[in-house]
């Protein structure tokens, strides 16, 4: 499946899934791992009252993508991403399983994004998404981070990670 990512990317959060999920994560921030300054991360299998809403997401995913014959990226699995006022992905690439030719992959989607800043870039491309869509991103072969968060706004990002073929990936562009 040849795929570009856009800002045309389908919305598949709705507004009443953005809410209750920015509500939880606001509740739950203490239980995740801080990953960088204003910056935390925590593993989606790590709590036992993640909004339902976040597996009905995933699957939207895993059926536009035809994603349900790929294993789960094993280390990062599917997380939640919370950045505040001053926080900022640093440029880096994922790890790959060294046992085979699979490429980590991550399917990212921007619950909420920040008024200025916290905007994600692959490859060396600017993704400027909608809010409550999502892109993929080819984590172990490109390069990645995202611009300092500024304001009141935090950055909430769902991140399913999925283990894939590189002939699967290759035709992946960022067309921002």
């Not at 280390?75 to 505040?84: L, N, P, R, S």
């Not at 909608?130 to 390069?143: K, L, V």
Request: with cysteine; hydrophobic share 30%.
């Amino acid at each position: 499946m040849n795929r570009t990512y856009s800002s045309e990317t389908p919305i598949v959060v709705t507004s009443c899934e953005q809410t209750e999920i920015v509500h939880w994560c606001r509740k739950n921030v203490q239980y995740f791992k801080m990953t960088g300054h204003h910056r935390f991360m925590q593993l989606l299998n790590y709590f036992d009252d993640v909004p339902p809403c976040i597996w009905d997401i995933k699957q939207k995913i895993v059926d536009i993508e035809q994603l349900s014959q790929y294993e789960q990226e094993p280390m990062f699995k599917d997380a939640i991403g919370y950045m505040v006022d001053g926080g900022a992905l640093h440029l880096h690439k994922d790890s790959n399983p060294s046992e085979s030719n699979l490429i980590h992959v991550r399917y990212n989607v921007y619950v909420q994004i920040p008024h200025e800043g916290g905007i994600p870039v692959y490859d060396g491309v600017e993704c400027g998404l909608r809010e409550r869509s999502y892109i993929c991103c080819r984590s172990g072969i490109d390069p990645h981070y995202c611009t300092t968060v500024h304001g009141l706004r935090e950055r909430v990002v769902l991140s399913f990670g999925f283990l894939m073929p590189s002939e699967r990936i290759s035709h992946i562009t960022y067309a921002y």
